[in-house]
């Protein structure tokens, strides 16, 4: 059966899930983009104050941004712009593609009926996470 996205996504959700996974990220290039752009507008609307304030304001947003709070990876997952969730799709997909299936449900049952396969699907997730996204894996709490 031709594997969709979404029920590849569905499938790391529930695995994850299972295992209480969570990750933080540190985006500091992300943190620096919102200091500026936000000074940048507040200057635009209010001259020399208004990039003061501005300031303030993305100086706060890039903080929260960049203090490595953790999140549940199925949020993770779902969140994933499409391009992102296709380059995990493919990792995914190699391990998957010969199994019998023809709905997520039974993909899920027969994923967790074997260990082995679970272990290969989280490597696959877990390298995903720590390596293209640059973040810290947090398990059971």
């Known amino acids: 059966m031709p594997v969709n996205i979404r029920d590849v996504m569905q499938l790391l959700c529930h695995i994850s899930e299972e295992r209480k996974m969570k990750a933080a990220f540190k985006h500091s290039g992300r943190g620096a983009l919102v200091v500026g752009t936000t000074a940048f507008f507040g200057g635009l609307m209010a001259g020399p104050p208004g990039i003061a304030v501005g300031g303030a ?30 380059r995990l799709y493919e990792n995914v997909c190699a391990i998957i593609q010969n199994l019998d299936w023809t709905d997520v449900a039974q993909l899920t049952a027969l994923v967790m009926a074997n260990g082995a396969l679970q272990e290969k699907l989280l490597g696959v997730l877990t390298n995903y996470i720590t390596t293209e996204l640059r973040g810290e894996i947090q398990y059971g709490k």
């Not at 960049?66 to 969140?79: A, N, V, Y």
Request: aromatic share 6%; hydrophobic share 45%; no cysteine.
């Open 57 to 86: 304001i993305g100086g706060l947003l890039g903080a929260w941004m960049t203090s490595g709070q953790f999140k549940p990876i199925p949020q993770i997952i779902l969140e994933l712009p499409p391009a992102e969730q296709q």
